[in-house]
């Protein structure tokens, strides 16, 4: 066996169309988990007033506060629906964070990957000696465009996987900071209550 077979073999031995499926299989499905969160964020902060639920519609969605909203007052409505807001910001956060996580970490892609690159730079190596294996060389040639556009679709899904992660590592910063302003604010209006109050 010449040593472009070896390679071949040790290609073909990766699965990375397998891989690559399951890889999009994972990110289909993490879509849809995301998907669900995010429905419940849009329901909130959508501009489309079609798709944006009232205050009370939201409040009455979430559990905690189902049997109370016609009891509470306004400010009680609208502290609690600032709080079913940030709720689901950070839980879309989360799970897009989650999301992005799983698509980096879950499988062996990352090795496969890297195996492929070490096999690839190995077949182009092997390239320079193609007229003394001509038979086992048109049969690497054929595989080789297969294995570049594979590699490619793995390196381009781990780098939007990359993006995802740092998009959602700078909007959960970004509602971090507002909610801790949010919070200060509050701070702030109960010394103020307090004060009143005594």
Known sequence: MSKI??????????QLAKCANDLLRLKEDEGDALQGVSQLLEQIVSRDP?????????LQSEEAYRNQVHQMQPDGKN??????????????T?????????????????????SANAVYNEIQAERNSVEQMNQSASRACSTLGEITD???????EGEVGQE??????????????LLEEKRAELKDLLQKLRAVEE
């Not at 079609?50 to 939201?58: P, T």
């Not at 995802?164 to 900071?177: M, W």
């Open 79 to 92: 502290r609690a629906f600032k709080y079913i807001k940030a709720k689901r910001i950070n839980d879309r």
């Open 150 to 156: 594979i590699v490619k679709g793995l390196q381009l």
């Open 5 to 14: 077979d070896t390679l071949v073999s040790q290609f073909e031995a990766l």
């Open 94 to 114: 989360k799970a897009g964070m989650l999301a992005a996580e799983r698509l980096i970490q879950d499988g062996d892609w990352k090795r496969q990957l890297e």
């Open 50 to 58: 079609s798709k944006r639920k009232s205050l009370d519609a939201v």
């Open 164 to 177: 995802q992660l740092s998009k959602c590592k700078a909007h959960k910063s970004a509602k971090y900071e």
